[in-house]
Structures are given as C-alpha cells and as structure tokens.
C-alpha cells in the first residue's frame, strides 16, 4: 500500500467525517456551533462595544412663516445681530433675531 498507510487512511476519514458533517448542516443539525460560539466569546473580550444608543427621530419640519418684523430687516439691524453673535454667540439671539438673519441669507 505505499510508505504511508496510516497518512492515507486518515485522509479517507477526514474526507468521510466532511461528508457526514455537510449532511447534518443540510438536516438543520450544526455540530460546530460550539466553536463559533466560543470564538465569539472570546472575541468579545478583546473587543469594546459603545455603550451609546443611537437613535433617529422622524419629525415633521415646522413650516416657518415670517412675521411682520421679520420680513423687513434694514441692513443697520443685520449688522447689529452679526455684532451680537461675534460677542455672545448664536444662542444669544431672540426668534425675531433668528427670523430676520434667515430671511436676510436668502436674499
């Protein structure tokens, strides 16, 4: 039989073992389960998930309508409310601010 009769007899087994292995993975039954499941605990030790959540909302846009004193903004008020964002920030703006300096970037 050749130099390696035990070498080949294990090859005809390995190959025997694949065969019942891939029938019992088409008949629902998964022998190796156990081995993805250790290698995912293991991988899970090695490697940090975020503990943020993240969400999405999905929210209707308010349709905005420029009020009176919003509409008509003169270049003088334009200047005022950039001076007050230059030195108190954004936030500091009134809605009527806000209104006049979004009506006035679209012109």
Do not use: C
């Amino acid at each position: 039989m050749g130099g390696n009769a035990g070498g080949n007899v294990a090859h005809l087994g390995g190959a025997l073992m694949g065969l019942i292995y891939i029938k019992q993975m088409q008949a629902g039954v998964n022998w190796g389960g156990w081995i993805t499941a250790t290698l995912d605990w293991l991988r899970g030790l090695f490697v940090t998930e975020s503990k943020v959540k993240v969400t999405y909302r999905k929210t209707e846009p308010k349709p905005s309508r420029p009020t009176a004193k919003a509409s008509k903004a003169t270049q003088d008020e334009i200047d005022t409310i950039l001076d007050k964002i230059s030195d108190r920030g954004y936030e500091s703006l009134s809605k009527e601010e806000k209104e006049k300096l979004f009506n006035a970037s679209k012109k």
